[in-house]
């Protein structure tokens, strides 16, 4: 089966920093490009960062941008998000899934196998 597994979240202060790690099986993990979403209580899962095969394409949500870097060790099988200053509207559960690119929008959708797992909780509060 197709599993991605989140990790590393936790509380963490206003300004502080978090690595978050996927941990892929179940496919050729290093064919695909992976994107990481994110879900606010009563807010839509929104996207926060894409990363093609070969990391030669990266992209972010523009309200992560700067803060947030994205990479991927394909033999580990592992993909990781670097999260710096962190902000209270960061708090969501984050997830990481397969996808593909959207053609010229520059994002990210969910692709066609695979599903959304338990992700991560990060809470940003003093």
């Known amino acids: 089966q197709v599993q991605l597994v989140e990790s590393g979240g936790g509380l963490v202060q206003p300004g502080g920093s978090l690595r978050l790690s996927c941990d892929a099986s179940?496919?050729?993990?290093?064919?695909?490009?992976i994107g990481w979403f994110r879900q606010a209580p009563g807010k839509e899962r929104e996207g926060v960062s894409c990363i093609g095969r070969s990391s030669a394409l990266i992209t972010y949500a523009d309200a992560v941008k700067g803060r947030f870097t994205v990479s991927r060790d394909n033999a580990k099988r592992m993909v990781y998000l670097q999260m710096n200053s962190l902000k209270p509207e960061d708090t969501a559960v984050y997830y990481c899934?397969?996808?593909?690119?959207?053609?010229?929008?520059?994002?990210?959708?969910?692709?066609?196998?695979?599903?959304w797992g338990q992700g991560t909780q990060v809470t940003v509060s003093s």
């Open positions: 899934v397969v996808v593909k690119w959207n053609t010229g929008q520059g994002t990210c959708s969910k692709a066609d196998f695979g599903s």
């Open positions: 179940g496919f050729a993990m290093d064919y695909y490009t």
